[in-house]
């Protein structure tokens, strides 16, 4: 966790985290991801920027080169999937064989499985695999199944479902290491992007510190878009929105805000 003091040190210090979603079944269209959001507001929260994402099958070498590219290029990596108890479960071994350190059953994970599954069967060959992490590694909790999420390094492995991802992530909050969280304000218009795309350029340049995305859309017979304003500041937020609007008065628009 950042605290005041070092986020003082380091006003213009920018947390990146990426993000590699794992497994066959996202990239054949059956299951449609819902974790990039999630984890994208959620490390918002946390004052780390999500600055890319990258998808992989369920293959050994595809995962350890995507993992040892993105933790190499970011100050954290998150994966989701591939931590199930079936064979076509490997990231554990893909990140394990990544990293040179070997694949070993950690005694907490057994013994937190052990117990929740001594009503459900017992623990099995299959739930134990549950239980393996590259050798190094902490667990991150799992409230939901028992199953816990796994840390090594800047490695963070979560479930590929997204509401046991969503509470391991939860179990992580305000534990890392971060900025200032990105804050947002959005104004709209109806109007066609290449009409204020002048005016968009020249407010961003005039106001240091603001990011300015353009979203157009198409409703009921007309062109529109809505302008996010990003930052870090609150009160530049404010004045870009501020200057947006006059500028979009001036060339005889009307603007609404908090969009259209």
Not at 40 to 57: F, M, S, T
Not at 81 to 102: E, M, N, R, Y
Request: charged share 20%.
């Amino acid at each position: 966790m950042t605290t005041p003091e070092q986020q003082a040190e380091a006003p213009d210090r920018i947390w990146k985290a990426a993000l590699l979603v794992i497994g066959d079944e996202i990239l054949s269209g059956r299951t449609q991801d819902r974790n990039v959001a999630q984890v994208a507001l959620w490390l918002n929260l946390q004052g780390i920027r999500l600055a890319e994402v990258r998808v992989v099958p369920d293959d050994l070498a595809l995962i350890g080169e995507a993992v040892l590219q993105l933790k190499a290029r970011n100050d954290y990596l998150f994966t989701t999937g591939g931590i199930g108890p079936t064979h076509d479960d490997i990231t554990v071994d893909a990140i394990s064989a990544a990293l040179g350190v070997p694949v070993v059953i950690h005694p907490r994970a057994r013994a937190v499985l052990d117990e929740y599954y001594a009503t459900r069967g017992g623990l099995t060959d299959a739930r134990l695999r549950m239980a393996r992490v590259p050798e190094g590694a902490e667990l991150i909790e799992n409230r939901v199944s028992g199953a816990p999420g796994i840390r090594i390094g800047n490695i963070f492995i979560l479930a590929g479902v997204p509401h046991i991802a969503g509470l391991m992530l939860e179990a992580l909050s305000n534990r890392l290491e971060g900025g200032l969280p990105l804050l947002s304000r959005t104004i709209g218009c109806w109007v066609p992007e290449s009409e204020v795309a002048d005016l968009l350029r020249e407010t961003e340049k005039a106001h240091a510190g603001s990011q300015i995305g353009s979203y157009p859309l198409f409703r009921e017979g007309k062109v529109g878009a809505n302008f996010v304003v990003r930052s870090t500041d609150r009160a530049t937020i404010d004045r870009c929105i501020a200057a947006i609007g006059v500028g979009l008065t001036a060339l005889g628009y009307q603007a609404f805000d908090e969009g259209i």
